[in-house]
């Protein structure tokens, strides 16, 4: 057994080679070798952190740490916040090496052991004290003003101390009330008389606000009731009578033929029966008119007969002859009727010969003849052997043939 001699050093372990019979040692850490006799360089492996320092020592090795590690291998952080060096409950963040003092608001320093004092800006204003507090500050604000600051003028008016519609204007600690018309006092309280002095002529003065009334006597209007009313601007007076005013009333001057008190009597002149011949009387102011006068009568009086035949009714040429209450109409040749207005159709007699065509006309007729015939009434037979050039003393006889040639 070639173990029996103990050649692995250092605490190794031995075990034989079954092939060859050798030893094999098994060294422990921080040796080296075939028996385990060599010393293993650690400081080459860099095994300290944290950019710890490697001392290589007999199998095995030792870290000089830098500030704020620890540890075999400077593998942990010193925590300096452990010893609490912060204050007036700051945080404490943990550094390598050292610490660092998150302060509570209103604390500063490196262990937050200072109160700052928030006074030192002067934060009040309007004459404001200042008292210092942990994290903040108090204004002890003089009278008229409040806020955190002192920065709000208290508003003396927001409890409407003017009265009266006045508006009111802030000061400090107080306010002035600037009055509407027609009003006074300290807190515009008082309303202005404005009918001090009267200022109304003819009527009783009633005071309004800033304003006043005047009630009028009778007969008298106006803002003032300065003006005499005129009471003949509504024409009371009718039928043309003359209205003269005078206070609180008027009188009327009627012209001839009315009265009354407002000239609305009117004299009948119709109880005369002015209108002759049946004709209607309308009595007017100061007179009468015969308005209508039974027919065939015109005139003022309906006394002038009237001459229908005036107006020319009769048409056509017609003659008119006047008639008491009409007239009568003496019709042309051709025209028929009351007025002649009527055109008679004279075709109706057949008046045309020898089957000529007959057209009627405004008051009479004509006759469009057939061939071979002539004359008004297409009564007369044109000789055909006057115009026919037969010679050789040939007898031509005219007779009505088809074509209206003569017969030789």
Not at 46 to 71: D, I, M, Q, R
């Amino acid at each position: 057994d070639a173990c029996v001699s103990n050649p692995c050093q250092k605490g190794a372990l031995c075990d034989t080679n079954p092939v060859n019979g050798n030893y094999i040692c098994t060294c422990p850490q921080g040796h080296k070798g075939a028996d385990c006799t060599e010393d293993v360089d650690e400081s080459n492996s860099n095994p300290c952190e944290h950019a710890g320092k490697c001392v290589n020592t007999e199998g095995s090795f030792h870290c000089e740490c830098l500030k704020g590690y620890t540890g075999p291998r400077c593998e942990m952080d010193i925590n300096e916040c452990h010893s609490n060096p912060c204050q007036n409950d700051a945080t404490c963040l943990d550094k390598i090496g050292g610490f660092t003092c998150l302060c509570m608001p209103g604390f500063k320093g490196v262990h937050c052991e200072e109160d700052i004092d928030e006074c030192l800006s002067n934060p009040c204003v309007n004459n404001g004290v200042c008292l210092d507090k942990v994290n903040r500050f108090l204004c002890v604000c003089p009278p008229g003003f409040s806020g955190a600051v002192c920065q709000i003028d208290i508003d003396d008016c927001s409890s409407t101390p003017c009265l009266n519609g006045a508006k009111c204007i802030d000061h400090p600690n107080g306010y002035e009330c600037q009055c509407a018309t027609g009003f006074t006092g300290l807190l515009c309280e008082e309303n202005i008389n404005n009918c001090d002095p009267d200022p109304c002529h003819h009527g009783e003065c009633q005071d309004g606000i800033d304003s006043y009334t005047c009630i009028c006597n009778p007969g008298y209007m106006g803002a003032i009731c300065s003006e005499q009313i005129d009471e003949c601007h509504s024409n009371p007076c009718l039928h043309q009578g003359r209205c003269i005013d005078l206070v609180n009333g008027y009188q009327c001057n009627c012209l001839l033929g009315t009265s009354g008190p407002r000239c609305n009597a009117d004299i009948d002149e119709c109880t005369s029966s002015p209108c002759h011949n049946g004709g209607t009387c309308i009595n007017e102011v100061n007179g009468f008119r015969c308005c209508v006068c039974d027919p065939g009568w015109i005139g003022d009086y309906c006394s002038t007969e009237g001459n229908e035949c005036k107006s020319n009714p009769c048409q056509n040429g017609g003659t008119c002859e006047d008639l008491l209450n009409g007239y009568r109409c003496t019709c042309r040749k051709g025209f028929k009727g009351e007025r002649c207005t009527v055109d008679i159709d004279e075709c109706l007699s057949k008046p045309c010969k020898n089957h000529a065509l007959c057209h009627n006309i405004q008051g009479s007729y004509l006759c469009e003849c057939r061939p071979g015939f002539t004359g008004g009434d297409c009564d007369s037979n044109i000789d055909d052997c006057l115009s026919s050039g037969y010679q050789h003393i040939a007898l031509c006889f005219p007779v009505l043939s088809k074509n209206n040639f003569a017969d030789c």
